[in-house]
């Protein structure tokens, strides 16, 4: 935090820097690595007593949440297989597969 005399350089913001671990974490759902964007989605959502969170692709939960209703979501908990057991989800994750990490379609259209 003390920086002194800060030499005006090319890395003036280190935000976007490279500076991301190698860890790389897959995708709950789907399996594949994640990309810059990581949500921490609750296998079992919050209101219903939730406390582990799992990665995944913004997409991968867009599409998860879209599918199942909370109740439905805390009957599968942590059963992954069980969600993709539904043929939207099955179909879904194999389309999603040969996607960029980062690919996030905007399932919901804004229309203005
Ligand atoms: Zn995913």
């Given at each position: 935090?003390a920086?002194?005399?800060?030499?005006?350089?090319?890395?003036?913001?280190?935000?976007?820097?490279?500076?991301?671990?190698?860890?790389?974490?897959?995708?709950?759902l789907?399996?594949?690595?994640?990309g810059?964007?990581?949500?921490?989605?609750?296998?079992?959502?919050?209101?219903r007593?939730?406390?582990?969170?799992?990665?995944?692709?913004?997409?991968?939960?867009?599409?998860?949440?879209?599918?199942?209703?909370?109740?439905?979501?805390?009957?599968?908990?942590?059963d992954?297989?069980?969600?993709?057991t539904?043929?939207?989800?099955?179909?879904f994750v194999?389309?999603v597969?040969?996607?960029?990490p980062?690919?996030?379609?905007?399932?919901?259209k804004?229309?203005?």
């Amino acid at each position: 935090m003390a920086r002194k005399h800060s030499k005006h350089g090319p890395y003036e913001d280190p935000q976007d820097d490279e500076d991301t671990p190698e860890v790389v974490v897959p995708c709950w759902l789907c399996g594949r690595k994640t990309g810059n964007t990581i949500v921490w989605h609750h296998p079992v959502p919050k209101s219903r007593g939730g406390r582990d969170v799992v990665p995944m692709h913004p997409i991968c939960q867009q599409t998860l949440i879209a599918n199942f209703t909370n109740s439905e979501l805390q009957r599968y908990g942590m059963d992954v297989e069980g969600l993709l057991t539904n043929p939207t989800m099955r179909k879904f994750v194999d389309w999603v597969a040969n996607k960029d990490p980062d690919f996030n379609a905007t399932t919901a259209k804004k229309k203005r």
